[in-house]
């Protein structure tokens, strides 16, 4: 990782860079801090960008991991991440810290991140992984606006109300088999 005095570079951008990394030429849904959802073949990851194959397009995209909130894949792997490191000083310590050592005491439990319900895997530095059915989702720690526990067994009242109303990253996952539009 990069000297950055350990800013959000280091416990969020240089992690979640790591992860992408791991899904080169796999097909993912990333959201990104402005509620803008892209549908993309990765096929580069470096210097903080994450570029590849728009499948709505056809276009070449590049997007700043720095913008980017959470990614959904197929469960085809459970990518390596690395350890939660315990910081002392600047943005990690007040932003990232927190909540990625929340997360951690909450593996195994059914949780809402980012109006998707998710039961929580794997905690790293800066990223929380969880997985619905066949899909998992990559959160960026820094990204995440709240965790609600949910009870393991029945739907509240909140998950009935979310249900009734569309939901843009929800809707996402069942998106899953788009294919690019024939090159012209």
Request: hydrophobic share 40%; aromatic share 4%; proline share 6%.
């Amino acid at each position: 990782m990069g000297v950055f005095d350990k800013s959000i570079c280091d416990c969020c951008v240089c992690p979640m860079q790591c992860v992408f990394e791991q899904f080169i030429e796999e097909n993912v849904n990333i959201l990104t801090n402005l509620n803008d959802t892209f549908l993309i073949e990765i096929r580069e990851v470096k210097n903080f960008i994450v570029s590849g194959i728009d499948l709505m397009t056809g276009n070449i995209i590049h997007i700043p991991i720095c913008n980017i909130v959470a990614f959904a894949a197929i469960l085809t792997i459970l990518p390596d991440l690395k350890p939660i490191q315990p910081n002392t000083k600047g943005e990690c310590v007040c932003c990232e810290d927190p909540i990625t050592n929340l997360a951690n005491s909450l593996i195994g439990k059914l949780v809402r991140i980012t109006d998707t319900d998710v039961t929580i895997l794997k905690v790293g530095e800066g990223i929380v992984i969880g997985q619905e059915d066949s899909s998992i989702f990559i959160f960026s720690s820094c990204a995440i606006d709240a965790i609600e526990e949910l009870p393991a067994t029945s739907l509240t009242s909140s998950e009935e109300e979310t249900a009734q109303k569309p939901s843009l990253w929800k809707s996402l996952k069942k998106e899953k088999k788009i294919t690019p539009p024939p090159a012209t």
